[in-house]
């Protein structure tokens, strides 16, 4: 019997060293060392993270500004497509209203003349109400200040009668639509 309880001592002996091998790893890991080592490594990912985070949000918001900045972009254009979609046809009749203007300007017509002139009168005012619907508005040029952005000075003439800079005679007539210049008034400005 005294040698089943050697082995039996023999045993808890080894039991008793095993468990006192593990406390001593588990004080040695669980040290105030290993513990801050641990907290250290803990703040430095979490800082880590909080940075990724903080980028990817700046990316998202990044982003979001761009799709704004584009969707505000398009509709600009659209709106302005819409505002002068009359532009080019507009561009294409100024030729046809320069020569309706000229053919209307005879004087005295004839007998014969006079119902053609009337009806080119009428052609032509139905076409001048047509563009006003659509904005296009003629710029006003004699007797007013030029303009660079309105007029054309082809000419220019001393009068002191007028105020220096001043549209003398106006030789093709510009036009606008809505806020833009779609041509120039041809000019004569005083020096």
């Known amino acids: 019997m005294e040698h089943k309880n050697t082995e039996h001592d023999q045993t808890v002996m080894e039991q008793e060293t095993n468990i006192e091998e593990e406390v001593q790893e588990t ?3 669980v040290s105030p060392e ?13 800082e880590e993270l909080k940075q990724q985070l903080e980028e990817a949000e700046n990316k998202q918001l ?11 972009r398009l509709q600009n254009e659209k709106i302005s497509i819409e505002k ?27 007998d014969v003349l006079k119902p053609f002139i009337q009806g080119m009168e009428m052609v032509y005012k139905a076409i001048i109400e047509a563009l006003k619907r659509e904005g296009v508005e003629p710029i006003e ?4 200040p030029f303009d660079p952005h309105l007029h ?5 003439e001393s009068n002191s009668e007028m105020e220096a800079g001043v549209v003398i005679e106006e030789f093709q007539k510009g036009y606008k639509l809505k806020d833009r210049v779609i041509r120039p008034s041809m000019v004569k400005v005083n020096e």
């Open 27 to 29: 004080e040695e890991t």
């Open 152 to 156: 054309q000075a082809v000419m220019t």
């Open 84 to 110: 002068y979609k009359a532009q080019s046809l507009v561009t294409e009749l100024l030729p046809a209203l320069d020569n309706f203007e000229r053919a209307l300007k005879v004087e005295n017509p004839d």
């Open 141 to 144: 040029a004699v007797g007013q």
């Open 34 to 46: 290993n513990q801050n080592n641990e907290l250290a490594e803990a703040m430095k990912t979490i």
């Open 62 to 72: 990044r982003i979001q500004a761009d799709a704004e900045n584009f969707k505000r």
